[in-house]
T-cell receptor
């Protein structure tokens, strides 16, 4: 089955700095990679996703990159703000069908004002 | 369009009692997934259901745990004879039918505490 590794487990940055979270996956058939943000005590919420037919996707201060050959993908947050503080989860799955997404263990991002 | 609904939000049970968690998917979604999250850990898949069918229950313990998604009404995750190790947040998520990317929308979770 799929195995997703996520690093780092904790990331502490100063407000305004950039933050990068990296994930690797094992199943080359995976072609859909969502990222979720979970604030303390709340539900995970999808913030951005990328599909295997593109290498990069950007949405304002958030970007994701995908390297299919190396089987890794990354989340980049620029100009971090205190409200970006949360746990971020990456996941890997296969389009359609009933394939279950496999989640990474999460990265706790702390943005210091 | 209401999001994924879960109830109760908090549930306290004594060891040996039954816990029943409910999940109503988003309108138009026919797939439901249940996950368990322990403190400071990721989301662990438990079971995947469509209406009246269990598609994949590979992540659900064989004993004491069961799930259903009837034709009418919410999906239910049932934990019988709860033990302290069952204390966790249980999230359900829903998605559209197969053939689309499996974007999942999560409910607010049920936090189960076993005394």
């Amino acid at each position: 089955g799929e195995n997703v590794e996520q690093h780092p487990s904790t990331l502490s940055v100063q407000e305004g700095d950039s933050a990068v979270i990296k994930c690797t996956y094992s199943d080359s058939a995976s072609n859909y990679f969502p990222w979720y943000k979970q604030e303390l005590g709340k539900r995970p919420q999808l913030i951005i996703d990328i599909r295997s037919n593109v290498g990069e996707k950007k949405d304002q201060r958030i970007a994701v990159t995908l390297n299919k050959t190396a089987k890794h993908f990354s989340l980049h947050i620029t100009e971090t703000q205190p409200e970006d503080s949360a746990v971020y989860f990456c996941a890997a799955s296969i389009r359609g069908g009933s394939y279950i997404p496999t989640f990474g263990r999460g990265t706790s991002l702390i943005v210091h004002p | 369009n209401a999001g994924v609904m879960q109830n109760p939000r908090h549930l306290v049970r004594r060891r040996g009692q039954e816990a029943r968690l409910r999940c109503s998917p988003m309108k138009g979604h026919s797939h439901v997934y249940w996950y368990r999250q322990l403190p400071e850990e990721g989301l662990k898949f438990m079971v995947y259901l469509q209406k009246e069918n269990i598609i994949d229950e590979s992540g659900m313990p064989k004993e004491r745990f069961s799930a259903e998604f009837p034709k009418e009404g919410p999906s239910i995750l049932r934990i019988q004879q709860v033990v302290r190790g069952d204390s966790a947040a249980y999230f359900c998520a829903s998605s559209r039918p197969a053939g689309t990317y499996n974007e999942q929308f999560f409910g607010p979770g049920t936090r189960l505490t076993v005394l």
